[in-house]
């Protein structure tokens, strides 16, 4: 016997209720009243289904979709989740991706508190963004402190919505793989850090200590700031320590997701040969 939940009627109008109601979920306003957000794409759908299976509401997939990952609705019907299956147009229209692949669901929030994703780091690392306002670079950090094993991410009130559906996207399912809190104004995660024993690092491209001499052998986090103009004075100003990752070319700067990137890694490689 199936273990999928019961199919309805396959959903072929684009302007239904239904459809309408997916869709209405780009927007922030939307999303922040009725507490939800879409994932896009099989394999951000499977990382949902795998790592949070329990915040899974709906599953919308195409016939096309649903015979080449069996495993989604397998994994959708343990979940108990509600399956529809859907026309290529009707997915076209409920995606927000250039090239959607067939696969949409909505879920519930993943995020944490401040104070649980800052008791995940332990004697690890985790990073604060402040005033981060681009959703695609939102999201490769948050796949790079996955990829580098950060133990949280925390995103200040003044940045970006995580549940973008950009940011969703561009983290390639890591937002599913590690603690992640949002919506806390930034002095406040940043004293919360500093009573948790955490060291701030401000990533600073204008100066300070430079990368390769900075003190990573403790618990700390990287707090990185706007892609246009970094770090507000203020916020600098209560890190303990500003770090610099030195350009030896031509190039004028690094653009925020390189900058965390390279600092991430450091972190990662520390005492290590």
């Keep these: 016997m199936s273990n999928e939940p019961e199919r309805v009627a396959l959903l072929t109008n684009p302007r239904s209720e239904r459809v309408r109601s997916v869709v209405s979920l780009r927007r922030r306003a939307v999303r922040s009243r009725r507490g939800r957000f879409l ?38 019907g343990d979940a108990r989740v509600s399956l529809y299956e859907c026309t290529e147009q009707v997915l076209e229209v409920m995606g927000e991706s250039q090239h959607p692949q067939g696969v949409v669901a909505v879920a519930r929030p993943v995020d944490v508190s401040v104070d649980a994703a800052l008791d995940a780091v332990g004697d690890g690392y985790a990073v604060i963004l402040s005033h981060v306002r681009d959703p695609g670079n939102a999201g490769t950090v948050i796949r790079g402190a996955d990829a580098f094993g950060a133990a949280a991410v925390l995103i200040s009130s003044d940045s970006v919505d995580l549940y973008n559906p950009k940011v969703i996207r561009s983290t390639a399912g890591s937002v599913f793989h590690l603690p992640i809190s949002v919506g806390a104004p930034v002095e406040r995660i940043l004293g919360r850090a500093r009573q948790a024993g955490i060291a701030l690092l401000a990533a600073d491209g204008s100066g300070g200590t430079p990368l390769h001499h900075a003190e990573l052998t403790g618990p700390h986090a990287w707090v990185l700031g706007n892609e246009a103009w970094g770090l507000p004075a203020d916020v600098a100003g209560d890190c303990d320590h500003r770090v610099a990752v030195p350009i030896v070319g031509h190039a004028e700067s690094l653009n925020l997701a390189m900058a965390a990137t390279v600092c991430l890694h450091a972190s990662c490689m520390r005492g290590r040969t």
């Excluded at 759908?45 to 979709?65: F, G, I, K, M, P």
């Design 39 to 76: 994932v896009e794409g099989p394999h951000a759908v499977r990382e949902l289904l795998t790592h949070v299976s329990s915040h899974v509401l709906e599953l919308y997939l195409t016939a096309q979709a649903r015979s080449a990952h069996p495993d989604l609705a397998r994994r959708g």
